[in-house]
């Protein structure tokens, strides 16, 4: 490709609603232009780089076994409403009616479709394994789209399908997706990690996030420096405290804490570390009647070590707490507590409420919590003289750098990520819902066990921009850039000598296949390194009449501060060899 022929959209300044590095360069290099709200045309550089992706992509899905198809991006409503998630999704599915009335969905996924495909076509545990895929686009009502293709509305994904005879196949059909989704990633050639994710209200332990390494990522990532394990956030396991729980040493004491109403102020106050503070969080679960009333409430009472903070996940999962819960009322905590909150405690309550311990208050001595008195907190409680021994203990905190990794391979790390893949095991939660079987073995009916696996190919560029950027520009890994390699000549009207020697080489790197761009603009050098600083091609090599006298070129990487001058008999072989890195 030549750039005279091609199209090269820089700006120098980004648009005022790009709030992050991956939005803002994305539309001064002119890789996407918005068209709406969370909509955006992708530009020839951008498509360019959405095409590599989606190459890579393919190629490992079909040789992993997949097979492709396209599904449609407009539904009918009827197979969303067999599994309910036509009224359930909520408004981030887009919901549409045709000239006759008839209800349609804008699709954010395809489990629905994929499904009334394999029960029609599917017939047999003989025609068993089998992974269906597509790279097509989606489309979610995000109420707020930003960040550019970290966050929009429309986007291209790839999703895949297994469908299986049974719940060890769909295992194997799971891991086969895991290993595709390694190896994609390896060849993107960006920094990732493959973490442990929490598996929703389907249950189960096989899920998986791909997360792309990134300061400015949303996700936080548990990791092991010493060891393979890795986990979200939410799945990460917060072990109990080794050792017996220390003896008492302190009486316990009502003491005035006057307009401290944090663990934090408290701790302040009494000159006392913050992990001797016990935190009490108050949620509420409801009961309700057939009309969806409310008849009967319950009060629950969390209680944390003063620095640590609930995960909502893992409380979800309690028995009692896992069929929903919400934080409670003003008026239900003063109820039960004859305060309000801020100096809340679980010694000397108006009503019986329902108490969680976290692993780690559950092993603490001599601790502070609220006394249930505005100004004042107990000091120097402890469990089973002041109070109870704790029935219910559990993990319900996030984990925080320094905590042991369950592998036991040392300390936890966290770092920075952002999900641009899933592999999920389903079950047989849509093949149940939509009916969906073949005839097994035995012959008899089976419900087909599904996995599902994602990859946001639009979202992709966007994470590699995020952890690969600088001062002046994108810097994209080999696999995914626009053009591997740039030739800069040197006003090429005025030397005739550069015109031909960047011609050259540009035909043998063509016929090397390496997918290269000649700028032959005719722009100032500053401009049109400028230029490919900003679009970040990784390969530069500049060709000028000076260093042509002298038979040289000169060859800069993206992230090089300099550039080195090379034989130009050399430089095709030096340009291999870099690519072959």
């Not at 820089?10 to 005022?16: D, G, H, R, S, V």
């Amino acid at each position: 490709m030549k750039a005279s022929q091609f199209f090269i959209s820089t700006l120098k300044e980004a648009p005022a609603d790009a709030e992050v590095a991956s939005h803002q360069l994305m539309t001064r290099a002119g890789l996407i232009k918005k068209l709406g709200a969370g909509i955006y045309t992708y530009m020839p550089m951008g498509l360019r780089v959405v095409q590599k992706v989606e190459a890579i992509v393919r190629e490992e899905m079909n040789r992993a076994g997949a097979v492709e198809l396209s599904m449609p991006v407009v539904q009918p409503a009827e197979l969303w409403q067999e599994t309910k998630r036509f009224e359930t999704m909520g408004p981030e599915l887009l919901r549409i009616q045709d000239r006759h009335g008839r209800d349609y969905v804008v699709q954010p996924t395809s489990e629905e479709v994929v499904t009334d495909i394999a029960r029609q076509e599917l017939r047999s545990y003989k025609q068993l394994p089998r992974n269906f895929y597509q790279i097509q686009t989606k489309f979610r009502d995000e109420r707020r789209p930003r960040f550019g293709l970290m966050r929009g509305r429309e986007f291209t994904m790839k999703d895949a399908y297994s469908f299986d005879r049974d719940v060890d196949a769909a295992k194997a059909s799971y891991q086969v997706m895991a290993q595709a989704y390694r190896r994609i990633f390896d060849r993107f050639g960006l920094r990732y990690r493959a973490v442990a994710a929490d598996s929703g209200a389907i249950g189960g332990d096989l899920s998986e996030e791909f997360q792309v390494i990134a300061a400015t990522g949303e996700d936080a990532i548990v990791y092991c420096p010493g060891s393979e394990y890795a986990a979200n956030m939410e799945k990460a396991e917060a072990l109990a405290p080794a050792g017996p729980r220390p003896a008492p040493a302190h009486s316990m004491a009502k003491t005035p804490t006057p307009g401290k109403a944090t663990c934090a102020d408290v701790a302040a106050l009494l000159n006392l570390p913050l992990q001797n503070t016990v935190k009490s969080l108050v949620l509420a679960t409801d009961e309700t009647n057939q009309a969806g009333e409310i008849v009967r409430s319950q009060v629950w009472l969390l209680l944390l070590r003063g620095d640590h903070d609930m995960n909502e996940i893992k409380v979800g999962k309690l028995p009692g707490l896992d069929a929903g819960f919400r934080f409670a009322t003003l008026a239900e905590i003063k109820a039960h507590f004859g305060c309000e909150p801020g100096y809340l405690g679980p010694i000397g309550l108006l009503q019986p409420v329902r108490v969680v311990v976290d692993r780690e208050v559950a092993v603490m001595a001599d601790w502070v919590c609220g006394a249930n008195t505005p100004d004042f907190h107990w000091t120097g409680v402890n469990w089973g003289r002041d109070l109870p021994e704790p029935e219910l203990v559990a993990d319900i905190r996030n984990v925080v750098a320094g905590d042991a990794s369950p592998d036991g391979a040392g300390p936890l790390a966290i770092e920075r990520g952002i999900e641009v893949g899933h592999v999920f095991y389903l079950g047989t939660k849509y093949s149940r819902a939509m009916n969906a079987t073949f005839l097994g073995e035995d012959g008899k009916p089976a419900f087909f066990e599904m996995g599902c696996y994602g990859i946001g190919i639009t979202r992709l560029p966007a994470a590699a921009i995020e952890q690969n950027h600088d001062e002046r520009g994108i810097i994209w890994p080999d696999a995914i850039a626009p053009f591997t390699v740039v030739l800069c000549a040197i006003t090429p009207d005025r030397f005739p000598e550069v015109k031909v020697a960047a011609e050259q080489l540009y035909v043998q790197l063509l016929a090397a296949g390496v997918d290269v761009i000649l700028d032959d603009r005719g722009e100032r050098p500053g401009a049109m390194f400028a230029d490919w600083e900003l679009i970040g091609v990784p390969h530069r090599v500049t060709i000028g009449d000076r260093g042509l006298k002298e038979g040289l070129v000169e060859y800069q990487h993206r992230r090089d501060t300099g550039a080195t001058k090379i034989a130009l008999t050399d430089i095709l072989a030096h340009l291999k060899g870099q690519l072959s890195k």
